[in-house]
């Protein structure tokens, strides 16, 4: 092979360039490293899918090249699968053996890392598609344009940072490379077909079977693809060429990769789970181009036999699938209906899956949230796919890269993850719109045809745009998350209960499982694991201090993760906006919801007849507080099961009885409280679940409680944690009278 330095010193100046945006991209990417590795331990990024993905695997790199399925520690206490795909866990754990070896804080360093080599490689495979696209060598400069975008998108860098340990990212790259894939046989030009190869069928069949192993819902994508290679079909093409072999082969690839899964979990077909439904799709969407291409291949008075041979096959194999395979179709229905459309009563709250302009609970509108996630080239979007369509709309692959763009932005609006997948072709609409606008007005200002101008002013927007300046930015070092401090608390102080399964919101789950090694009874993964079991956790937080403690002792629980932050339906920075009312809390709400006190320590509001929690032992409350209430509230406590001590004595008949405890929480005073009525003959029984004296890290208790009717002379009283465990009884006798 000779070199040609010519060659060489001419592709010098872009090939500097690209690595210039992979270290800008780079840097973007792990500036937050601080906040993931500046505790001394790692912390996941975003959410508790990160969280899990961590565990996953860890799991993975223990037992390789086997990847855990079954997971005893969730849906508690029965267990339950992991309905991930295997791919992105298992490609992250051969990296972390590769990079890390046997030291263990080296292994997890390397999973961080992981999501950011990804995100380098999509913005690389952006910059490949921004090529495949354009319209000649003269427009190298909207390639770099395009990644210069890709590097600094705020969406693009959040799900690809440090630490954001999660198959989004891969999910991205999949579909570029899918996309770049199929615009291979899309013309350059009317009339010029690209020449049928081999290698096309052997890079699309790699390209979608990897697509499916890395994420079970890649079959949407895949069918975006299709549609250009149906669309590109020739006379001259003929089968080989067309993409069905390579999506009949991907379908075959895909299956074997599957066959861990499906033995360990045992769904055959199934959309939520790996199973056989996902490469079946494959196999489907092949012969439909095989088809398509044979009937695009025969001669004009041919054409029409074929395709009543064509529909009578397909007629015959749906004919077939109705008769035995009846479950394969109502799985397909309810992938569309459930998961897509979000007819899922558990998918439907959940935040990514709402509509990029939905409402939030709050009846705000996502313009703002929607803005921090794509950046002012979110909003440039319409006016961008406007001008390349103007301009450049005539070639078939600008048509071809228009369609995809404006097919992934439908899906953003009915769901915001799929702004995630949509980013790089944002970035190649933006690219070469700004590309074409320069090439236009470098006819008045001739500096602007210069090939860096592009890049540089989006270099310029992006870094002008706040959320992106934010994010390329150094993070601070902060302090760990409420629900991570709520686990390294489990952690550090375990259960002392045999009962190990701890109980909250299905959010906090993974972070509780993953960081505190507890069993937890929801997760992330909501409904798809137990349905029913799924939603008796989430109503019997509707439910009584009664339903509460028998569904704890029912379902060994030993912990309860509540607080401001479980407080609505979904988590919020300030909670349910009913539980508060002008900065204090909304008295109609503490008095409606029988587990409200579970915001206060479980402690009683008597003035509101508002009872506490006789079971629930405060054992932790976050150090992070609520803004905007005129009180310091942690967002989160923690409470750990007990009998209750049994408090009793004698008082007038009715009094009111009210019991106090001030204890401290992160050195902030407060005062528990607890209240009943005596009865006709005076009697009263008080089941107190906080110790006196108690002295935890965060918390501490006075040395006595205080307990007093109708204002009369308080009594003090010891009550230790052992009482309060053990169910001791304790008798006050008579209280003194006003």
Avoid at 191 to 208: M, S, T
Avoid at 582 to 596: C, D, E, F, I, V
């Amino acid at each position: 092979m000779s070199w040609n330095p010519s060659r060489l010193r001419g592709a010098a100046p872009g090939l500097a360039a690209l690595v210039a945006i992979l270290l800008l991209a780079a840097w973007a990417r792990v500036a937050n490293f601080p906040a993931v590795l500046g505790r001394g331990e790692l912390a996941p990024q975003i959410d508790g899918d990160s969280s899990y993905h961590l565990h996953r695997v860890l799991e993975t790199v223990k037992r390789f090249p086997r990847v855990p399925h079954f997971d005893p520690l969730m849906n508690w206490p029965e267990g339950g699968f992991c309905p991930w795909a295997d791919g992105f866990d298992l490609s992250a754990a051969a990296f972390a053996l590769a990079a890390g070896g046997a030291d263990p804080a080296r292994t997890r360093v390397a999973v961080a890392l992981w999501p950011v080599l990804l995100g380098l490689l999509t913005v690389w495979a952006t910059v490949r598609l921004a090529r495949r696209v354009a319209p000649g060598p003269s427009w190298k400069s909207a390639a770099l344009a395009a990644g210069v975008a890709a590097a600094l998108l705020p969406e693009a860098v959040v799900h690809s940072r440090l630490g954001r340990i999660d198959h989004h990212v891969v999910e991205a790259l999949a579909m570029t490379l899918l996309a770049t894939w199929a615009l291979a046989r899309v013309p350059v030009r009317r009339g010029v077909v690209p020449p049928a190869r081999a290698w096309f069928e052997l890079e699309g069949a790699i390209v979608a079977a990897l697509a499916v192993w890395v994420f079970s819902g890649s079959p949407i994508y895949v069918a975006l693809a299709t549609l250009p290679l149906a669309w590109a079909a020739r006379k001259d093409g003929g089968i080989v060429g067309s993409g069905g072999p390579a999506l009949l082969a991907a379908g075959a690839l895909s299956a074997l990769l599957s066959i861990p899964a499906v033995l360990d979990h045992g769904h055959l077909v199934s959309f939520k789970f790996p199973s056989l439904l996902q490469p079946a799709l494959l196999g489907a969407a092949g012969l439909g181009l095989c088809a398509w291409a044979w009937i695009a291949a025969a001669e004009p008075g041919r054409r029409r036999a074929r395709l009543v041979a064509a529909a009578a096959a397909l007629g015959s194999a749906v004919a077939v699938v109705v008769a035995f395979q009846r479950g394969a179709l109502l799985e397909v229905a309810s992938g569309v209906q459930g998961w897509l459309f979000r007819r899922d009563p558990w998918l439907a709250t959940v935040a990514e899956f709402k509509p990029l302009f939905g409402r939030l609970p709050t009846d705000e509108t996502r313009w703002m949230q929607s803005y921090w996630s794509l950046g002012w080239a979110g909003f440039f979007l319409p006016l961008a796919s406007l001008v390349v369509a103007v301009r450049l709309g005539k070639r078939p692959r600008i048509a071809a890269l228009l369609y995809f763009t404006a097919a992934l932005a439908a899906l953003s609006l009915l769901q915001t993850r799929f702004s995630r997948v949509a980013v790089p072709f944002v970035a190649v609409t933006t690219g070469l719109a700004v590309t074409a606008t320069c090439r236009q007005l470098g006819r008045r200002w001739p500096w602007l045809r210069a090939s860096a101008v592009p890049s540089l002013l989006l270099l310029v927007f992006f870094v002008a745009d706040p959320p992106t300046r934010l994010l390329v930015q150094l993070a601070p070092r902060v302090k760990p998350e409420p629900i991570l401090e709520a686990a390294f608390n489990l952690r550090d102080l375990p259960l002392s209960s045999p009962d190990r399964g701890v109980l909250s919101n299905w959010t906090f789950g993974h972070q509780l499982e993953v960081q505190a090694d507890v069993p937890v009874v929801v997760n992330g993964f909501g409904s798809y694991l137990d349905e029913r079991a799924f939603w008796n956790a989430v109503d019997i937080f509707k439910g009584t201090p009664g339903d509460l403690d028998a569904y704890m002792v029912r379902n060994r629980i030993g912990a309860v993760v509540a607080g401001a932050a479980t407080a609505g339906s979904e988590i919020s920075g300030a909670g349910d906006a009913n539980a508060f009312a002008r900065g204090a809390l909304n008295a109609s709400y503490m008095r409606s919801a029988p587990l409200s006190p579970l915001l206060i320590a479980g402690s009683a509001v008597p003035g509101w007849d508002v009872p506490h929690l006789p079971h629930l032992m405060p054992r932790y409350a976050s150090s992070a507080i609520v803004n905007g209430i005129a009180f310091p509230l942690p967002f989160l406590w923690t409470y750990e099961r007990v009998r209750g001590a049994a408090v009793s004595g004698t008082a007038a008949a009715g009094a009111r009885v009210i019991a106090e405890l001030r204890f401290t929480e992160n050195r902030r005073a407060h005062t528990y409280k607890a209240w009943t009525d005596a009865g006709r003959d005076g009697a009263w029984t008080l089941v107190l679940p906080f110790p006196s004296g108690m002295l935890r890290p965060g918390l501490r208790s006075e040395a006595r409680w205080t307990v007093s009717s109708n204002g009369g002379r308080p009594v003090e009283f010891e009550l230790p944690e052992d009482a309060v465990r053990t169910g001791a009884t304790i008798a006050l006798g008579d209280l003194p009278r006003t």
